[in-house]
């Protein structure tokens, strides 16, 4: 199995700030990374694909970058509607692992 | 815009069957992967199966022994079922549609609201 960490748990940021969130697999996935961002008594949104491909309608300050085993997801500058949970997801094995999740919140 | 919508029972007693239908609106159930995932109140997501409009399935192993998942579509709805539930089964109960990318694996672009799933006597 394939399992999915990422770091931090939990990270306190403001408005305008530029946010970084890590997301490790235990084995090479190559770009099949998916990041997720879900408020509370939400349903996950979709935001990256394939490790870097924005969703449609997605705003332009999230990003995604890596490849093979370590990925990030970065916010270039924070509003007021991205505190939320953000979840990894790899899909290089049926039954895509989810990353343990994090949140995002008011400094 | 595609849109799904998760329905059925709120509580169940413990050992009995969860059963849940998923209906999709605004497009075409054929020739997609739809998945059911849950997450307990306050954790992290877990995935527990997908089927294909063919009927093919796919579960998680650690729910395997319980799950059975089918499709209609004639309805545009997809179904699970998981039997001797527990305390633990507890969850909101996720429906969505996973998208097969070009070289790049998959993705779950389209999820109902979920509906939780209280497991208790």
């Known amino acids: 199995d394939i399992q999915m960490t990422q770091s931090p748990s939990s990270l306190s940021a403001s408005v305008g700030d530029r946010v970084t969130i890590t997301c490790r697999a235990s084995?090479?996935?190559?770009?099949?990374l998916n990041w997720y961002q879900q408020k509370p008594g939400k349903a996950p949104k979709l935001l990256i694909y394939?490790?870097?491909s924005l969703q449609s309608g997605v705003p332009s300050r999230f990003s995604g970058s890596g490849s093979g085993t370590d990925f990030t997801l970065t916010i270039s500058s924070l509003q007021p509607e991205d505190f939320a949970t953000y979840y990894c997801?790899?899909?290089?094995?049926?039954?895509?692992?989810f990353g343990p999740g994090t949140k995002v919140d008011i400094k | 815009q595609v849109q799904l919508q998760e329905s059925g029972p709120g509580l169940v007693k413990p050992s009995e069957t969860l059963s849940l239908t998923c209906t999709v609106s605004?497009?075409?159930?054929?020739?997609?992967?739809w998945s059911w995932i849950r997450q307990p109140a306050g954790k992290g997501l877990e995935w527990i199966g997908r089927?294909?409009?063919?009927?093919?399935?796919n579960y998680n192993p650690s729910l395997k022994s319980r799950v059975t998942m089918s499709v209609d579509t004639s309805k545009n709805q997809f179904s699970l079922k998981l039997s001797s539930v527990t305390a633990a089964d507890t969850a909101v109960y996720y429906c969505?549609?996973?998208?097969?990318?070009?070289?790049?694996?998959?993705?779950?672009?389209?999820w109902g609201q979920g509906t939780l799933v209280t497991v208790s006597s």
């Open positions: 394939a490790a870097s």
């Open positions: 084995q090479s996935i190559s770009s099949y």
């Open positions: 969505a549609r996973e998208r097969t990318l070009a070289a790049a694996g998959t993705t779950l672009d389209y």
């Open positions: 997801q790899q899909s290089y094995s049926t039954g895509g692992t």
């Open positions: 089927i294909y409009t063919s009927g093919s399935t």
């Open positions: 605004g497009g075409s159930i054929s020739s997609y992967y």
